[in-house]
Structures are given as structure tokens and as C-alpha cells.
């Protein structure tokens, strides 16, 4: 009997190569970011691998990993040198890599604001300032010099008025320039309290004892003058030479040991205003 064998040769295609960006392309470079784009090579790939690295830092990738391009660089160094690395992933596997430098740009150098002035009102505090040069808009914060919250606002120029505040209370603002590459030099300007002693009735409630004093005085405040958060100053002509957080209580026991003699204003400041009395130290 004769047997005939038939041999049966399947073909198989080899699958397609992957293959990596010609060109990597780099634009739009600022101090902070950047973009990149490349030709989409042949066959498209399903994704692609981005890793973007300092000289001296540890390599970031891009995650989820992009479709196509371009692509975002964000949060860069400003003047840094990059190296941005791209492979493509396809059904058949990775690409080569390839990769691209660039350096950003420097940080913006505009300057803070200059001429800041305060103007007050019975319920206004109004800021105005000479304007930064290069600079695209400010922010401005406002609050009282005991750290309370009063405002803060985004403007195009460096002028605002805030309402709703005290002649009696001391506030502190501050200015800040928005430059485009991303820096924000600040400057601010204290508005002082108007000092409270043309009112009788609270000259005489805050008491002051002993008056000449030596080594101890003990100050008194009504109730709504002792809560915590407010401070005593007690000053020379010259300076502030003691200073002392509200404890909370009625009673504030001021110690003078090693004050030279002389006179001194003992200045009482809290969210009720600002009060100052006089202290003759022997």
C-alpha cells in the first residue's frame, strides 16, 4: 500500500514594528512649562511613554499616559535643562526611545509695588500704590495686626478700598504682584489704630494702678476689653520696650522691674479698639 503524506506550510505575517517619534518638538517654553509634539509614526501606536527629567532629578512621567500629541509640560523649574524622553507602546510591544532637551526660562524679576499708602475713613481702609512694571494683576490681603481675617481680593491695579472696618482697630495690607513668570514680591504697609483717649467713660473704666509705679503695676480692663487676643504695649518715646499677650482675664499684672525711670504709655490693644494710659515709673 502507498502512502502519501501531504505537508500543509502555514505563513504566518511577522507583526508590525513599533516605531519611536522622528522629531520631538519643543514649544512654548516658559519659566514653568512647555509643549511637546512629534509626527505620529507608522502604525499609529496605542499610547506613548513621556518621561521628563532635570540633570539631577528623579525622571517624572506623564500619567495617564497620552493617546497622541501634543502634550503639557507643567510645574517645570524655572531656568532648568530638561531632558524629555518618548517611547511609543504598541500591540507588539515598545518602540526605541528617543528624546529632546530644552531649558526654561527664567523667573519673572518684577518688582514689588512701590508708594503704598493707607487712607482711612469711620468704616473704610482704602489701599493705592504706584504699580509694578511686567506685572499682570495683584492680590490684596487685608487684616487686623492681631492676625483677624478682614479681605482679600484679586484686582488688575494695585488699589482697593476695604469697608466695614474700625478707626479703633490696627490693620495690616499687603500687595501682592502677580509677574508672568510666576513670581509674587509682596509689600505691605501697617494702619495704626486711632488711639481712644478722648473717651472718658473708657479712660475711666481700664484702670492703671499703683501710678507712679516701681517694679509691678496692675492693669483692669472691663469685660469685653479681657478677652484673649488682645496684647499691652508698653512704650517710651522711642520704642516699644515691653510687650504682653492678653491673658484672658480682668486683672493683667505688668512687670517693670529694670524699666529705667521715666514716663511711659501703656497702649491696650484688642478687637474693641486701642486704649493708651499714662505709667510715670520711679
Do not use: H
Not at 39 to 45: A, E, F, K, L, Y
Not at 133 to 153: K, M, R
Not at 241 to 264: C, F, I, K, N
Amino acid at each position: 500500500m502507498l502512502l502519501l503524506v501531504a505537508l500543509v506550510v502555514v505563513s504566518f505575517g511577522a507583526a508590525a514594528q513599533c516605531n519611536a517619534p522622528a522629531n520631538l518638538i519643543i514649544t512654548n517654553v516658559t519659566s514653568t512649562s512647555a509643549t511637546l509634539s512629534f509626527p505620529v509614526p507608522s502604525p499609529t501606536p496605542v499610547n506613548y511613554v513621556i518621561v521628563y527629567q532635570t540633570a539631577s532629578g528623579a525622571g517624572q512621567t506623564i500619567n495617564p499616559a497620552p493617546t497622541a500629541p501634543p502634550v503639557a509640560l507643567a510645574n517645570l523649574l524655572p531656568g532648568t535643562v530638561y531632558t524629555v524622553t518618548v517611547t511609543s507602546y504598541c500591540a507588539s510591544g515598545f518602540s526605541a526611545t528617543v528624546n529632546a532637551s530644552f531649558t526654561t526660562g527664567s523667573a519673572s524679576t518684577c518688582p514689588s509695588v512701590t508708594n503704598l499708602v493707607a487712607t482711612r475713613t469711620a468704616s473704610t481702609l482704602s489701599i493705592a500704590a504706584t504699580a509694578t512694571p511686567g506685572a499682570s494683576g495683584y492680590f490684596i490681603d487685608c487684616a487686623t495686626t492681631l492676625g483677624t481675617p478682614v479681605g482679600s481680593v484679586a484686582t488688575a491695579t494695585p488699589q482697593y478700598t476695604f469697608t466695614g472696618v474700625s478707626l479703633s482697630t490696627a490693620y495690616r495690607v499687603c500687595v501682592s504682584s502677580i509677574c508672568p513668570g510666576g513670581g509674587t514680591p509682596v509689600a505691605c504697609i501697617t494702619s495704626p489704630a486711632a488711639v481712644l483717649a478722648a473717651r472718658p467713660a473708657l479712660e475711666a473704666a481700664i484702670g492703671l494702678a499703683p501710678n507712679p509705679a516701681s517694679q509691678r503695676a496692675t492693669l483692669t480692663l472691663p469685660a469685653d476689653w479681657s478677652r484673649p487676643g488682645g496684647e499691652v504695649l508698653i512704650m517710651d518715646v522711642q520704642r516699644v520696650v515691653r510687650r504682653l499677650s492678653l491673658p484672658g482675664t480682668a486683672r493683667v499684672e505688668l512687670d517693670l522691674a529694670g524699666l529705667a525711670p521715666g514716663l511711659y504709655a501703656v497702649q491696650v490693644r484688642t478687637s474693641q479698639g486701642t486704649v493708651a494710659k499714662r505709667l510715670l515709673v520711679q
